[in-house]
């Protein structure tokens, strides 16, 4: 199967890097092209067009505009860095994340989503969710996930954790 249109979340994390790497590989081999997308998820309780001031002291901008700006930068940075060209597209939205894969998905005509995952396990996920499960779940083409085998969340957070852990207890 060759995939045409690979699209690549990216949260600029070691696993979503690999995931990226992994992307323009396989759109190398099939002379497909990447969608490269970062989600920037609106704050609670601010509306997009709230307006902020930024860092830099120029007048008041709205939230959605400085965060999917400042996420193209980002974008920029990761595909000069992977020396990547005319293949590959970058795209910066924001609002739920999992919502917004999915509806760029359909849009640029995906034909695999290729994501990072941050292997969360237990509280963390329950508490922090899964972005990748909820697309994996939901999406309508094939999902290939991308774990960083370097960032482990199954390590106890404390030694005294570990050894209760082996004592059984």
């Not at 979340?9 to 970062?38: I, K, N, Y």
């Amino acid at each position: 199967m060759q995939w045409q249109t690979l699209l690549v979340p990216h949260d600029f994390s070691s696993a979503a890097t690999r995931a990226f790497g992994l992307a323009c590989e396989l759109a190398a081999l099939s002379g497909g092209r990447v969608v490269l997308l970062h989600v920037s998820p609106i704050p609670h309780g601010l509306r997009p067009d709230s307006k902020i001031v930024p860092e830099d002291g120029k007048a008041p901008i709205r939230i959605d505009e400085y965060m999917t700006g400042a996420a193209r930068k980002k974008l920029e940075a990761a595909l000069d860095a992977r020396h990547v060209k005319g293949s590959v597209c970058a795209v910066a939205a924001e609002g739920d994340c999992a919502d917004v894969i999915l509806a760029e998905a359909v849009e640029h005509h995906a034909d695999v989503i290729v994501m990072g995952t941050h292997g969360r396990t237990g509280v963390k996920r329950l508490l922090l969710g899964s972005v990748a499960e909820r697309v994996l779940r939901r999406a309508e083409v094939p999902v290939v996930v991308v774990r960083d085998p370097s960032v482990s969340d199954d390590k106890p957070l404390r030694e005294e954790d570990a050894v209760r852990d082996e004592e059984g207890g």
